[in-house]
């Protein structure tokens, strides 16, 4: 269920009318979400869902008590309120404890709601799926993904008087293709807030042209290899640096980000000065709320800019502790990338190994910043500027940061997916590296 915003201000004046807290804040979250899946080339179930929900946080001193309702008769919002005060004054105090927001002002406008993803009906979506399904077929390969589209609001107020509302719409295509001996796939997956920028036609040629290309695999040796990454790929390494990116760990002593002299390292350059990453709610291919989940405004943050490091996130604790301003987690991940395309990237190569995907990613040590995994859905040998076999898959240990600045060149930017990145909202390039440390052979397709 979508609530406006006046009727969403409402429903908050309502809630927090009951309050008999030092202090208490809500949030009021809703959803229309419509999905269709398909398997073995034929679409399997449709559904649709709506929702609206509040979640309740009242406070003491520095005890606080939350729950959640789906319920909004008078009786159910008062017993509601009356629980999450009762949970409070059980609760131990946090030590960590922060009182709401005053009443802000200065949030960013940012548009994030389109009208031709939220008016998205069944039909227009079979239609959409129907290509891929003949896709498959024409190539004797099996299709497998979802089509979802969703469209939801998030309001948030206190008894400060802090008011914030947003509103935003959300498509997302996923196909797999497989052969039908079960020896080559490939993957795709975009998410876009505006339906117009998903190209399903475009996704599923090249999904089904790359899970051809990658029938029997060669075997090949694990070793340290020139490798490009594909946006899916590259996104993966993205989406992980970012937990990293955190200002209390580095100043703890518990980061790659941690200097001991100085508590961290911004200011520092930390990998190849080709690499600018930053955060910004206004983007126009990948937007995002301009307020967190207190309330708090979401501004533009540079993270790192020409190879230095220029913020790490940190809460409004830790950020009160070290008398500063907090820097709110990133919302999206925006990569500057070249003019170039992955093809060019590719031509460039005298030999190379170019990676489609990644999945199964773990953190093997913090302070390295080092993660395992394993490659999947197509891994190519490339030779002389061409792709020219498919290759076994390979588990790899490496960092983020080492990808970063083992930057030899970049392909244009895109909003992408990586295997693990869920609703993530990132925009990166393609990368080609000077090295990449695939450790072992995998036996995954």
């Known amino acids: 269920m979508i609530l406006s915003k006046e009727d969403a201000e409402k429903l908050l004046k309502k809630i927090l009318s009951y309050s008999k807290a030092e202090s208490a804040s809500v949030s009021i979250r809703g959803n229309n979400n419509y999905n269709l899946r398909y398997a073995l080339n034929s679409a399997s179930t449709n559904g649709f869902s709506d929702s609206l929900s509040a979640t309740i946080t009242s406070n003491f001193g520095k005890k606080s008590g939350s729950i959640a309702l789906t319920q909004f008769d008078d009786t159910a919002i008062e017993n509601s309120v009356r629980k999450s005060e009762e949970i409070a004054k059980l ?64 309001a948030l107020g206190n008894t400060k008087d802090l008011f914030a509302y947003h509103k935003q719409t959300f498509s997302n295509f996923s196909s797999t293709m497989r052969t039908k001996d079960s020896s080559g796939s490939s993957k795709t997956e975009k998410s876009y807030a505006d339906v117009n920028h998903l190209n399903v036609r475009n996704l599923s040629d090249k999904v089904a042209e790359r899970a051809v290309l990658s029938k029997n695999p060669r075997p090949y040796e694990p070793g340290n290899y020139v490798t490009i990454l594909d946006y899916a ?32 390292k911004i200011g520092q350059k930390i990998v190849n000065e080709k690499v600018t990453i930053y955060s910004d709610p206004q983007s126009s291919i990948a937007p995002d709320s301009p307020f967190t989940s207190e309330g708090l405004p979401v501004k533009r943050t540079n993270w790192i800019s020409g190879g230095t490091l220029e913020n790490l996130f940190m809460n409004r604790y830790w950020a009160e502790k070290k008398n500063s301003e907090p820097v709110p987690f990133p919302g999206n991940l925006i990569m500057e990338g070249s003019t170039k395309s992955l093809e060019d990237l590719i031509e460039s190569t005298e030999k190379g190994i ?24 197509g891994v190519f040998l490339i030779e002389n500027g ?60």
């Open 386 to 445: 061409k792709i020219t076999s498919a290759i076994n898959n390979f588990r790899f240990n490496e960092s983020p940061l080492n990808v970063l600045n083992n930057i030899i060149d970049m392909s244009t930017s895109e909003k992408s997916s990586g295997s693990e990145t869920g609703d993530s909202k990132i925009v990166v390039p393609a990368m080609k590296l000077s090295g990449f440390n695939f450790s072992t052979v995998s036996d995954a397709i």
């Open 354 to 377: 170019f990676v489609t995907r990644f999945w199964y990613i773990r953190q093997v040590d913090p302070k390295q910043a080092l993660l395992t995994g394993l490659t999947r859905d």
């Open 233 to 264: 790929a590259a996104c993966d390494m993205l989406n992980n640096l970012s937990f990293y990116l955190n200002r209390r760990s580095a100043d703890e002593g518990r980061s790659f980000f941690s200097d001991k002299e100085r508590g961290n």
């Open 91 to 154: 609760t131990p105090d946090n030590k960590e404890f922060m009182p709401p927001l005053e009443k802000q002002s200065g949030y960013y406008e940012v548009q994030e709601f389109f009208e031709d993803t939220d008016n998205l009906t069944p039909e227009s979506i079979s239609d959409k799926i129907s290509y891929t399904l003949e896709k498959a077929d024409s190539q004797d390969l099996l299709a497998a993904g979802l089509f979802n589209k969703k469209s939801g609001f998030t």
